[in-house]
């Protein structure tokens, strides 16, 4: 699960033909096209970065599962999983945040959903519904639930979901990854209190999205 991996294991794929690719250009002096290629390797690296996180040790508080802005916080009828009405936040990546996600509480999972959809903007309110996605249902005791919701945007092209139905997750440890992109909705449930506001800068594993009562 990338628990102590620098860079995450999806990336390498992509990382190391281009290494060797840059390498065999320099070996050939072909200068310009290597250094090129060299400069995209160091990109992807830097891409699939995968930094440890100081995890809050307040067991009311809810954490991001990604870096990025926050573009929607709301009070919604959760009618598709969930059945009820939940508070949602909503976490924008751009290509230059860190794409790999984490648990935003403990549990264990219920149930992992997985949806074909389309790739437009991620930004986009309809991006929730339309989108590729990878919904997780955490059971986080006392009857309460939190969902979140890996979406894919219009470059990225592939979720990564380490999670499946049955398994126990800590809140901060890492369970996925977008690549390429792009978003993250995050569901509590109604009596929570949020932390953050539309505007915010979030980082996965550290800042605080809201508080269980």
């Not at 059945?83 to 992992?112: C, I, Q, T, W």
């Not at 979140?148 to 999670?163: D, E, T, W």
């Not at 109604?190 to 594993?205: E, F, P, R």
Request: hydrophobic letters at 45%; one cysteine or more.
């Amino acid at each position: 699960m990338n628990e102590n991996t620098p860079i995450a294991v999806e990336g390498l794929p992509f990382a190391i033909p281009l290494l060797i690719l840059s390498a065999a250009l320099w070996y050939f002096g072909v200068r310009y096209p290597a250094l090129f290629f060299t400069l995209l390797t160091i990109f992807v690296l830097w891409f699939f970065r995968n930094p440890g996180r100081m995890i809050p040790t307040d067991i009311s508080a809810v954490i991001s599962p990604a870096d990025g802005t926050v573009i929607v916080t709301e009070e919604v009828n959760e009618g598709r999983y969930l059945k009820e009405r939940a508070l949602k936040v909503s976490v924008f990546m751009n290509v230059f945040n860190v794409h790999v996600n984490r648990a935003p509480y403990s549990g264990k999972v219920v149930d992992v959903i997985y949806n074909k959809g389309k790739f437009i903007s991620a930004n986009l309110d309809k991006a929730s519904m339309d989108n590729e996605q990878n919904a997780v249902i955490l059971d986080i005791g006392s009857g309460n639930r939190i969902m979140f919701v890996q979406i894919a945007g219009l470059i990225a092209r592939r979720i990564v979901c380490y999670l499946k139905p049955g398994d126990s997750i800590e809140k901060g440890k890492r369970m996925g990854l977008i690549r390429f992109g792009s978003r993250l909705d995050v569901y509590l449930p109604i009596d929570s209190t949020l932390n953050v506001k539309i505007g915010d800068k979030v980082v996965a594993g550290e800042t605080i999205l809201g508080y269980l009562k």
